[in-house]
């Protein structure tokens, strides 16, 4: 079909997710049509390289003809098992199965679900029932970090902690509280590790102690704050906040659904800090955005209780049509193949220098304030004035600005609208993508500070 015709049929008819209704209908739809590696091609034929990995998920990149062909078989064989009446299928056990193997040895028991949106739903309805089954139904108060994200369940998106999560959409809820963000660049003590640390461990303190520590249940917080911003804490930041969730006898809920499958390095940024979270929650990756597919991962702690928490026939009444599905699956086993026998896992740490690298050359640029990174995730903040730190006057609308030029260039990444470029190329990235990435960003820069507006800003 023709381009137009379809941009036409897309603001009549397609909803798009976290856009504005109208900015949407006013901009239409931009058509992508194929991929292949890191590349992508629109509907005009234009060639794009992805320094995204689309949604911080395609981390194998795109057009990986193994993946394709595990789906095609089990499309085949059995394209749907439930996990229903005691059923399931091989690939959603073997899955599960190696899990359990590569994730923090404290995690032993996995659900599988679409995203990760209700994967952290799963976790909070997981955590409500083991209080209650605990016989400690007190226990309803959420902890998250200011910036956070957790997805935009009904619930989950009183977690998520960016105003328009909550706008018209009636959140927080009151057992929903956040904290400040472990944020290096414009935290009061600076770049200090230490007290970024420390001020992070006293914040959790002091909001337990204000909501009495009987009345909370768990502190959710993401290693490396991804759609806040890239916000990366100081290295021992997440084993700190385990520590201080133990201490303070609340659970310890990880949010790995960006960080997780090699984005940050490991497989898991837990494994970097030996952290032992009660929960994981995990997506993206998971599968490459091949299909999709979310998981929480709980201890056997947690297993048991809610295993124990009602007489052995009283079901656990939390479940969904696609939970465990086995083309998700056999895809999920694939990808996992492909990060550590294929060598994904190891090009991405072997990468890393060429990613941070031209980040910080970035750093001279006259709009660069910080640059940022840990892994093959990274951003870049821009600033009107370095020294005071001083953002850009949202009415020149920046991240817009940078958006189109982008896409001009070829190059796709996410343009926050507080002035924060983020970054998450996949794990197949060679020295010449992050060469023409580079490049191509170089120019993107040069041309927004080259428009009047911004040049007087
Ligand atoms: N948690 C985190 C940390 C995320 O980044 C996201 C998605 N960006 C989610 C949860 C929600 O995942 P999904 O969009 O798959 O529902």
Known sequence: MQTSDLVALDRKHLIHPVASFREHEQAGVTILQSGRGAYLSDHQGKELLDAFSGLWCVNTGYGQESI????AEQMSRLPYATGYFHFG?????????????????????????????????????????????????????????????????????????????????????????????????????????????????????????????????????????????????????????????????????????????????????????????????MAKGLTAGYAPMGAVMMSDRIYNTIAD?????????????YSGHPVSA???????????????????????????????????????????????????????????KQRFAPELKLHERIATAAYEQGLIFRAFGDNILGFAPALCYSSDDFALMFSRLKQILDTVLEQPEVRKA
């Open 309 to 321: 928490g009602a007489a052995a026939h009283v079901v656990v009444g939390h479940g969904q049509t």
């Open 68 to 71: 394709v062909r595990v789906a």
């Open 89 to 281: 299928s091989e690939p959603a056990i073997l899955l599960a199965e190696k899990l359990v193997e590569l994730s923090p040895a404290s995690l032993t028991h996995v659900y599988f679900t679409l995203g990760g949106s209700d994967a952290v739903d799963a976790a909070i309805r997981y955590i409500t029932h083991y209080y209650n089954s605990l016989g400690q139904p007190q226990k309803k108060q959420f902890i998250s970090l200011e910036r956070g994200y957790h997805g935009s369940s009904s619930v989950g998106a009183g977690l998520t902690a960016l105003p328009n999560f909550h706008f018209n959409f009636d959140l927080p809820l009151p057992t929903q509280n956040y904290i400040a963000s472990p944020y290096p660049y414009r935290s009061p003590v600076g770049h200090d590790d230490a007290a970024i640390i420390a001020g992070s461990v006293a914040a959790l303190r002091a909001k337990v102690a204000e909501l009495g520590a009987d009345n909370v249940a768990a502190f959710f917080c993401e290693p490396i704050q991804g759609s806040g911003g890239v916000i990366v804490p100081p290295f021992g930041w997440l084993k700190a906040m385990q520590k201080t969730c133990n201490e303070l006898g609340i659970l310890f809920v990880v949010d790995e659904v960006i960080t997780g499958f090699g984005r940050t390095g490991p497989l898991f940024a837990c494994l970097a800090e030996d952290v032992q979270p009660d929960l994981m929650t």
């Open 330 to 388: 056999a895809i999920g086993l694939e990808v996992l193949r492909l990060y550590h026998e294929g060598g994904l896992l190891a090009n991405g740490v072997a990468q890393e220098p060429n990613f941070a690298g031209g980040l910080r050359d970035l750093l001279s640029h006259p709009l660069v304030g910080d640059a940022r990174s840990r892994g093959l995730l990274g951003a870049l903040e821009l600033v009107a004035d370095k020294d005071s």
